[in-house]
């Protein structure tokens, strides 16, 4: 039995229309998530530039889908993905009513959030490591939730009746926020540093490149099973 090429290409149809729609929410939900930035940016240097102007508030557009925030000694960046994504059978959220109701709801964006050292773009240092903080995951109707770490992962999980607005998208950056800033930069372990090559000492007055990272070792976990859908 042959394929029926009308239902084939109306599947088509619906389906990148469906991810065009999207899109363009995820894009503009970024594109208001970067106006926040600059408010959030601009409050802090404000409060910080007359006690210590050696610590560096700033932020950066990078890039239609990237802006660099930069805090003293973190940086952090929030990246659109450019592509739509829908989840696994398994995943919680196909027990969500709305997604039930239409499971087309389940098509989401994503807005990453992963923490750097300044001092990796500083020194350009490559091998560094970097975290996925929190991903935030925005549909057609501008409804989300995020995964992430502490706040980041129980405060934003009620993906059936919260919308995206500027209110939602300030709450979100001043959680992520937080958990960096509590987020310390720790000693590696003794064995992790102990041998060097003498490559890595020759190559570290050029371009310091023995891996720094806030915690080697350290897992992100999304904690699914905690999502209220």
Not at 61 to 77: F, P, S
Not at 137 to 155: A, K, P, S, T, W
Not at 204 to 220: E, Y
Request: proline share 3%.
């Amino acid at each position: 039995m042959g394929v029926d090429m009308d239902s084939l290409k109306q599947s088509i149809i619906d389906k990148a229309c469906l991810k065009q729609d999207v899109y363009s929410v995820t894009k503009s939900a970024f594109e208001d998530l970067k106006v926040q930035l600059g408010d959030v940016t601009n409050e802090i240097h404000d409060f910080i530039s007359p006690t210590d102007t050696r610590v560096a508030v700033e932020l950066k557009t990078t890039g239609a889908y990237e802006a660099r925030m930069t805090l003293a000694g973190d940086t952090i960046l929030f990246h659109m993905h450019t592509n739509v994504f829908s989840f696994p059978e398994s995943h919680m959220i196909y027990k969500s009513p709305y997604v039930m109701k239409d499971p087309k709801n389940a098509y989401c964006g994503i807005i990453n959030i992963y923490n750097f050292l300044t001092d990796s773009y500083r020194f350009n240092r490559l091998n560094d490591s970097g975290y996925l903080v929190g991903r935030l995951f925005v549909n057609r109707d501008r409804h989300f939730y995020v995964e992430g770490q502490n706040q980041l992962g129980f405060l934003f999980r009620d993906f059936s009746n919260s919308e995206l607005d500027s209110s939602a998208i300030r709450r979100v950056v001043e959680a992520a926020l937080k958990h960096i800033i509590d987020f310390d930069l720790y000693t590696p372990p003794y064995n992790a540093v102990k041998e060097v090559t003498l490559n890595d000492m020759q190559a570290l007055s050029q371009d310091l490149r023995i891996k720094t990272g806030k915690r080697l070792g350290f897992k992100f976990a999304s904690r699914e099973d905690q999502v209220s859908f």
